[in-house]
């Protein structure tokens, strides 16, 4: 799929049938539940908008080459946009925001099927807990200044192995917590702070080629 840039994206409005619409779910992976677009191109930001944020991302088509129905899965709400999961997207960014309105069925839900409020999701284990926006960084300072590998695209995390909150991609600034970054695993989890995306979070360490 390309990357957009915001200058050139064009939406066009389409209707679709009150039936697709109504269809609750389309993979229950245990964590995002699946739902269609109302509308023929829907832009996904690799980062939650924001004002002077860098934006960019992907266009995602309602339908597939031969008519059937894209799907996308909603992991949980923020303000006037849903975190997804693109289900039919090879490689990453997998994850990014999309606007509500583009969304038949907008909402996160619980495992029994209750609609969650914003930044309230279903964790690993199946319970529902808070979402936040922003990894833990008490104490921690801005300190030595990385960059993302050439070729690498990332998710940005809220915790280990936790919520994506955003994404980062090749060249991107990224400030870890340390003098220096030190040798870690392939698939460790580096604490920091992403310029681009204007929050604080976890990146593996594969995407930072001095941490490895």
């Known amino acids: 799929m390309r990357l957009w840039k915001p200058s050139v994206v064009v939406v066009a ?11 609750p779910s389309y993979a229950d992976n245990g964590y995002t539940h ?16 924001r004002p002077g ?29 849903a975190l997804v999961l693109d289900y039919a997207k090879a490689g990453e960014p997998s994850w990014g925001f999309i ?9 996160a839900y619980d495992k029994q099927g209750r609609r969650l409020p914003d930044l309230r999701a279903v964790d690993g284990n199946g319970k529902v807990t808070n979402v936040r926006m922003n990894a833990s960084h008490a104490g921690k300072k801005k300190r030595a200044l990385l960059r993302v590998g050439a070729g690498h ?20 600034p990224f400030y870890i917590t340390t003098k220096r970054c030190g040798k870690h695993a392939y698939n ?14 976890y990146v593996q360490a594969q995407h930072l080629p001095t941490c490895r």
Do not use: E, M
Request: glycine share 12%.
């Open 99 to 107: 606007a509500k309105s583009c969304l038949a069925d907008r909402h």
């Open 188 to 201: 460790s989890w580096v604490l920091g702070y992403a310029p681009k995306s204007g929050r604080w979070g």
């Open 34 to 49: 699946g739902t269609v677009l109302t509308r023929s191109n829907c832009s996904i930001h690799a980062n939650y908008p």
């Open 153 to 172: 695209v990332g998710t940005l995390r809220n915790a280990p192995k936790s919520f994506a909150i955003g994404n980062v991609r090749a060249g991107d």
């Open 13 to 23: 409005a389409l209707a679709a049938t009150p039936a697709v619409l109504s269809t």
């Open 53 to 81: 944020g860098s934006d960019w991302g992907w266009n995602k088509r309602q339908r597939t080459p031969r008519g059937g129905w894209y799907h996308v899965g909603v992991r949980y709400t923020y303000k006037n946009y």
